[in-house]
């Protein structure tokens, strides 16, 4: 069974879509978010998808043809959506009604060990969301000394243990016994102390294979230029809304959003008018409910903006 995309609801509310409306969801995934963004927009809409991941948009985008939705109203590209003003070319964001962008790993990666992003399976060390090029886990670990494993997992994993797994993923490393992603769980789980252990309401593993998978896909900088491009290119009256599952992607949005938000003052303290608008101050986050039927939920955070005026938002100061 499918899985229901996290906040949906609350995304459709925000991105607030109407007939014949065009939106572009920069993270298709298993295409939960295009599939409302589709209905809602009609036949006279559309909307344009891009995902990192060429293997799951092909297979997202098969699904979808299924179901009836021609080109004139599903398109997508496979690329980072870091570059997404070269992916559509600048001007193109100016020609949407809204974006969407639902950040991290999607439920195929997370459910296929073959993808070497599970630690409950054995797979590769892999980790790539595009599997056509860049470091792999395995080759990422063999660059990387002690002390930027520990600092990767204790910044972006945020474990309180974080000198001990990177000091047994060294070891293991060295000695040839990091094999697989079930040998990589076993060796950070060994690195907790028993009592920890036993007593952590999580898998072990969960943070410090999430602190490895950001690593390998350089997810931070990606988001901070993805939404850059998208903030300058956006046109007045469209919007944006970014679902975040990591403290560091929340931080990132939400300090972006607050630049927008804010005229710029000029030398004599004059303001400018606010180039954009906040919908709402304090993130949304699932429910009770929903944590409950889809436990990945539980970090959620979504933001929502909407441009003001066009033309380029000043946030270099940020
Ligand atoms: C949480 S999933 C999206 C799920 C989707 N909203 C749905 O309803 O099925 C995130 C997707 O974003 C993709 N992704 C992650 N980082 C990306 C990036 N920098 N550029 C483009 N796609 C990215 C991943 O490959 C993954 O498919």
Known sequence: MKHRPVLLDETIRWLNPQPGQRF??????????????????????????IDRDGELLRETTQELRNEGYGEERFQAVAGNFGDIDVLLGAARLGEFDGFVADLGAASPHLDRPERGFSFREPGPLDMRFDRSGGPTLKEALQALDEASVRRAIWEYGEDRFASRIARAIVEARDAGRLTDTQALADVIRGAYPARARHASRIDPATRAFQALRIVVNAELESVERGLRAVLDGMKAG??????????????IVKRLFRAASEGVQNLYGHRSAAPARELFRRPVTPGEMEIAGNPRARSAKLRALEKLADGKIDVSRV
């Not at 969801?25 to 998808?49: E, I, K, N, S």
């Not at 944006?240 to 992607?249: M, T």
């Open 238 to 251: 469209s919007r944006l809304v970014v679902i975040s599952f990591h403290s560091l992607e929340d931080r």
């Open 24 to 49: 572009c969801d920069m993270t298709v995934g298993g295409g939960g978010h295009t599939r409302a963004l589709l209905q809602a927009v009609g036949t006279a809409g559309c909307v344009f998808g």
